[in-house]
């Protein structure tokens, strides 16, 4: 991934907003909003290096992930992945939780050890970030996260980390369940490693080759094989996802940098800035300056 980001708009790491010695926050829609400590704009778009769930209680709007727009409304709630780019709306009315959490405090303890592979809930890839919660699912949920809250905020003892964790985890489990339920999920494919390890030698390599032969190779699996391992999980071939999540990324370095397009081009893999640019419009639609100016 882009480690060498020359930021515009700040990273946020969760240690500027934490509380407690372990890895994990809760907070309100107001707290998160009007927190003084900030050294970035919540409206503005932000990456973070951390996961995220905002649980709607009450109120409707819109939340802006990876420059897209989605809408929510009472009982929604929003899963924003790590290294995701995000951003508020000006909406002090809402009511909503706001969880944030690293994954080592996620997977602390054998029991939880690669969860977060597990879930579907922040793969952005293969499903929306937001789920829609039925009132008793919503009920179940909200006494979830209003126990973390209080416990959360208690004065710790020995217990206070293990309970919050175990409350995570238990949230993430129902709504994962959630999730498949309402999407009516068949299930797990066979392909669930093989796709697991795709993604993280996308995250790993992205900028140094968009050839399907490469990640089949390191995959040590058959460019064949690699197609059929995508068009089982997302419905399409393994170079339009490759396409896919290269353009995500440079977009994020449109957005989030100060660095020109001849810059990006090379750092992104392109050996011609004019390869560079169609490569972009092909995907986007728009030329490198024209989405810039956007945002």
Do not use: W
């Not at 515009?8 to 829609?29: H, T």
């Not at 709306?89 to 996620?106: I, Q, S, T, V, Y």
């Not at 020995?158 to 309402?182: D, P, Q, Y």
């Not at 992205?206 to 490469?214: A, D, E, L, N, P």
Request: proline share 3%; glycine share 2%; net charge neutral.
């Amino acid at each position: 991934m882009a480690n060498e980001e020359q930021e515009q708009i700040p990273s946020v790491d969760l240690g500027q907003m934490q509380r407690k010695a372990f890895g994990f926050r809760i907070a309100s829609n107001k707290e998160i909003l009007l927190y003084d400590d900030l050294d970035h704009d919540p409206f503005r778009p932000h990456r973070i290096h951390f996961y995220a769930i905002l649980f709607i209680l009450k109120g409707e709007g819109n939340h802006y992930i990876d420059f897209k727009t989605y809408p929510y409304q009472r009982n929604s709630i929003i899963f924003v992945s790590k290294e995701q780019v995000h951003a508020f709306e000006h909406n002090l009315e809402r009511k909503a939780f706001f969880l944030l959490f690293n994954e080592e405090f996620l997977e602390k303890g054998s029991s939880a050890s690669n969860l977060m592979q597990e879930l579907s809930l922040y793969n952005y890839h293969l499903y929306p970030p937001v789920i829609q919660l039925q009132e008793e699912q919503a009920q179940l949920l909200r006494q979830l996260a209003e126990n973390m809250r209080q416990e959360f905020d208690t004065t710790d003892d020995l217990l206070t980390e293990e309970i919050v964790h175990a409350s995570l985890i238990i949230f993430l489990c129902l709504a994962e369940r959630i999730r498949k339920e309402n999407r009516k999920l068949n299930p797990r494919s066979k392909y669930h490693e093989e796709y697991v390890q795709f993604q993280k030698l996308l995250n790993q390599h992205i900028f140094q080759s968009r050839k399907v032969k490469f990640y089949a190779d390191s995959l040590l699996v058959s460019t064949k094989t690699l197609n059929r391992i995508t068009k089982e999980m997302l419905g399409k071939s393994a170079k339009s996802y490759i396409n896919e999540f290269l353009v995500i990324e440079i977009k994020r370095l449109l957005m989030n940098t100060s660095l020109s397009i001849k810059e990006i081009a090379y750092q992104t893999g392109f050996e011609e800035v004019t390869n560079f640019v169609k490569y972009f419009k092909k995907h986007s639609d728009y030329n490198p300056t024209e989405f810039r100016k956007l945002y």
